[in-house]
């Protein structure tokens, strides 16, 4: 069963563009998180979309958003860069369900974005 | 606001040692605690995950404990091998919703030397 991929793996930017990050979740996985991880903040959850919907929301400004394919593919957008968003992007896939004990996250190996 | 730490931020010890890796969390409202390993350049592995009732897990030569009351966990690491060299993320996710949305530590970067 092939893992979580995220492409590009090396993205890099000047500020004021934007970049539009992908994430391929493991098979029959309906619920994708996207998390941001920098040397000063460390990892912070940014959003979770499942079926097609944003379903859960940290606290990072509009200009980061996302959407969901129905094939449960990803992407994640960030408008107008700025050097403080250089960082690794991780992505992870699971169920989605809401059971108890909750399902596993999978993590992808991330896109590292560089912002110059 | 959960927040959660990380003590040492690095450790350096030679192989065959045993070690412990602390995380500490501020709201003791948790639902599950996990612990990660992430290899430079990859993304996280988890490596144990401890339910808000339970007080231990283990797999090989790894020990995992919660201590819900005192916000503590801790991360044994028995006989250690120059492979367990890796970043060590601590991550809780507190009651209701999904399995997203968990608050990682900052990390303790460990080198098992030879």
């Known amino acids: 069963k092939a893992g979580v991929t995220q492409t590009p793996r090396y993205l890099i930017k000047t500020r004021g563009q934007q970049v539009t990050l992908s994430c391929s979740p493991i098979?029959?996985?309906?619920?994708v998180s996207w998390y941001q991880q920098t040397p000063g903040q460390g990892l912070q959850f940014l959003f979770e979309?499942?079926?097609?919907?944003?379903?859960n929301k940290g606290n990072f400004p509009g200009r980061f958003s996302g959407r969901q394919f129905s094939n449960s593919r990803s992407e994640m957008n960030v408008s107008t860069l700025e050097l403080g968003d250089s960082a690794l992007y991780l992505c992870?896939?699971?169920?989605?369900?809401?059971?108890?004990?909750?399902?596993?996250?999978?993590f992808g190996p991330g896109t590292r974005l560089t912002v110059l | 606001k959960q927040e959660v730490t990380q003590i040492p931020a690095a450790l350096s010890v030679p192989e065959g040692e045993n070690l412990v890796l602390n995380c500490s969390f501020t709201?003791?409202?948790?639902?599950?605690l996990q612990w990660f390993r992430q290899d430079p350049g990859k993304g996280l592995t988890s490596l144990l995950l401890?339910?808000?009732?339970?007080r231990e897990q283990t797999s090989g030569r790894l020990n995992a404990s919660l201590d819900k009351s005192s916000g503590r966990s801790t991360l044994y690491i028995a006989a250690s091998q120059p492979g367990d060299s890796a970043t060590y993320l601590c991550?809780?996710?507190?009651?209701?919703?999904?399995?997203?949305?968990?608050?990682f530590g900052t990390g303790t970067r460990l080198q098992v030397t030879l």
């Open positions: 709201d003791s409202a948790i639902y599950n």
């Open positions: 991550a809780v996710k507190l009651w209701g919703g999904t399995a997203s949305k968990l608050t």
């Open positions: 098979s029959g996985h309906r619920s």
């Open positions: 401890i339910q808000s009732s339970q």
């Open positions: 992870a896939s699971s169920l989605g369900l809401r059971t108890d004990p909750p399902d596993t996250q999978y």
């Open positions: 979309y499942f079926s097609e919907t944003q379903r």
